[in-house]
Every structure is written in C-alpha cells, then in structure tokens.
C-alpha cells in the first residue's frame, strides 16, 4: 500500500501535494492526538519568547486551555495563560504577549476567527502564533504555511478519518529546527533505529514525532483522504456556504422556536451551523431517533456539520423538515430523549 497522510507530512506517511491544510512538504508530523500536538506546540512555542503571557479566548475548546494551563502550573516560571472574549483579542495582543493560541473556529457556534488579519498583528508584535485547525482541515481551504508559526489539528472531524484517528501538528522548516521538543521521543530520534543513549532531534517536522504512530488508524485516516484526491477547497467552501445558508434559511422559516447560534455573515462561520433551545439536547436526541445526526453542546446548543462531499441539498431539506416535525408535534418531550447520556 502507498503510504500517505496530509499534505507537507514528513513520512513514513506522507503523500506530498494535497492542499488540505496548506503545509510545505516535510512539515506536518501525524500521530497521537490533538491534545498531545497543542502541548507539543505550546512548549515548542514558549521556548522561542521570554515573554510570559499565552493569549487565547474563552470560546477555545477546553483541553486546548487545560493544557496551557497545566503546562503555565508545570513549567512554574511565570506564565499566563490569559484568556478573553473572542472579539478582544485583537486588543489584547500587545507586546506582553508570547503566544496567541487560538482555534479557528468555536465548536460551539462554528465563528471563525480572522486569521490571515490575527496572524499579521501577531508578527507585527513579536507574537508566536498557535492556530488549533480542528474545525478547519477539510472544512475550507487553509492556509497554515502563510500564517501560521504552529498548526495542530485532528483529523477524525471533517477528514473523517474515524473517532480516534491521528492529530497532526505542522511546522515551517526555520520554525521547526529552533526546537528542542518537549516530549523527546525515540521515532522522533535523528536516527531512530540506531538506538543511541542520547537524543538528537530529527530533521525539521519529523521531530514531533513521538512514539509509535496508530498503525490502524493511519490505515483509515489513508482511505478517508482518497475522498479528497482531486477536490478543490473553494468548490468544498462555496457548496457549504450554499448548504449553509440553505439550513438556516429553512430551519428560521420552519422552526421559529431555534435562534441561529453561528454568525450569519459567511466570512465569519466556518462549516457548521449552530442553534440555540433550552431543549437542546432532548431536540438532538429526537434528531438522531430519526436520522438526522447533529451534536448537542452545553449548554443550549444545537450543532450540524456541512460536509459537502457527503451531504446535498436532499438531506438538508430532508433535515429542515424532521426538525419540524420535532418541533411540532413537540416530540423532543418524549422521556426518552430527555435522558442524558454521557456522550452528547
Ligand atoms: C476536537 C478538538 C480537540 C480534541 O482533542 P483530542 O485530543 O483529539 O480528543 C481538541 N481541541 C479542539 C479545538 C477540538 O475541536
């Protein structure tokens, strides 16, 4: 089997040129999860600044935070993490700040952060910038090279690669080789199969490498990007945005009772649309009951992806009208999709 991963992976699992997260070849490493790849970064980012301040936003998903923060308690010389509304940020990046850590897009309501505009302000101040791409890579055309000094993502959301799949963190070459990574593993090693007693780094992206990749999940991760072989990321945006507009169009008309959670400008959502209800979960659970499968989010949030290679107008319209029907007949009352299951 030929082996492959993201575009820029630095093997054993590169396929060199898909534009998935627009990484140069050799600088994407994939493996382990995106919890580990934010505390790779994060260390990896800190140790380029004496400045002491990691600025992030309360909208960042929590391991992304609890991280920094374990790394801010670990490391104890100092550190930050300092964390406001997502529309402040761009008041708050001064030249206190070492890091900006943020994830492109909220999970919850799908607003998306400007981060070509981010990006520059933070070189202009002597800022490290951290993008977590989780609800990026798939989602839209990215281009993390331009704008990013560290990227991280997982690849089981919109690359489907199964719950589980392998995270990947992607590094440019002259960032990459200033570091000496936080968790120094053996397939990390310059040359790991020499087995030497001392740690040298290997070349560029390969250093965030750590241990053993999931084989396994590298073999799905494999095939679900052969979906990808040949698609362009503006014709992926410009469907979602149309399938997009269509759901909230159709949701407002059908179901008065939902408020739309994401922003309403295309520019600022990325390829989810959100809902608010106080009955939320009990609306998702009746959801699913019926085949429409979307995420409850706590606390009053309705969450669907718009997979444009996977879904057309029929099941959004399809989806519009179950909703309706829930709403309705107001058969999210039912007990048993009251019931709150551990996984939402
Ligand atoms: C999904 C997601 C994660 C999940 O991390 P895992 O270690 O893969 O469980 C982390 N951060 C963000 C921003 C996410 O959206």
Request: net charge negative; with cysteine.
């Amino acid at each position: 089997m030929e082996q492959r991963g993201l575009d820029g992976d630095a093997g054993p699992f590169g396929r060199p040129h898909r534009p998935l997260i627009g990484a140069a070849p050799g600088t994407v490493s994939t493996g382990d999860t995106l919890s580990i790849k934010v505390h790779q970064a994060l260390s990896a980012a800190l140790s380029l600044t004496d400045r002491k301040v990691i600025l992030s936003d309360t909208g960042n998903f929590p391991t992304d935070l609890y991280i920094a923060q374990g790394i801010v308690d670990a490391l104890d010389r100092g550190l930050e993490l300092r964390c406001v509304a997502p529309e402040e940020i761009e008041a708050h990046m001064t030249d206190e700040i070492a890091v900006l850590m943020l994830t492109e897009v909220d999970y919850r309501t799908g607003r998306r952060h400007d981060m070509a505009h981010l990006s520059r302000i933070a070189r202009e101040q002597g800022i490290v910038t951290l993008w977590d791409l989780a609800h990026s890579a798939g989602a839209f055309p990215v281009d993390s090279a331009a704008h990013a000094d560290f990227a991280v993502g997982c690849t089981y959301k919109y690359l489907n690669s199964g719950p589980g799949g392998p995270a990947f963190i992607a590094v440019p070459d002259a960032v990459a080789d200033r570091i000496d990574p936080a968790l120094p593993g053996w397939l990390g090693h310059a040359a790991p199969f020499d087995f030497d007693r001392d740690y040298r780094p290997a070349q560029a992206a390969r250093r965030f490498r750590i241990g053993t990749p999931p084989i396994l999940q590298m073999a799905a991760l494999d095939a679900a990007l052969d979906a990808w072989d040949g698609v362009s990321m503006q014709d992926v945006r410009s469907r979602s945005l149309a399938l997009s507009q269509r759901l909230i169009a159709g949701v407002e008309a059908d179901c008065p009772s939902l408020t739309l959670a994401s922003p309403r400008e295309d520019a600022h959502r990325g390829s989810q649309v959100s809902f608010r209800h106080p009955q939320a979960y009990a609306i998702c659970q009746a959801l699913i009951a019926h085949d429409v499968i979307g995420d409850f989010r706590a606390p009053d949030i309705l969450r669907f992806g718009i997979t444009p290679l996977y879904i057309g107008e029929a099941e959004i319209d399809a989806a519009i009208a179950t909703m309706a029907r829930i709403m309705q007949d107001r058969l999210y009352e039912d007990p048993r999709f009251q019931t709150r299951q551990a996984v939402t």
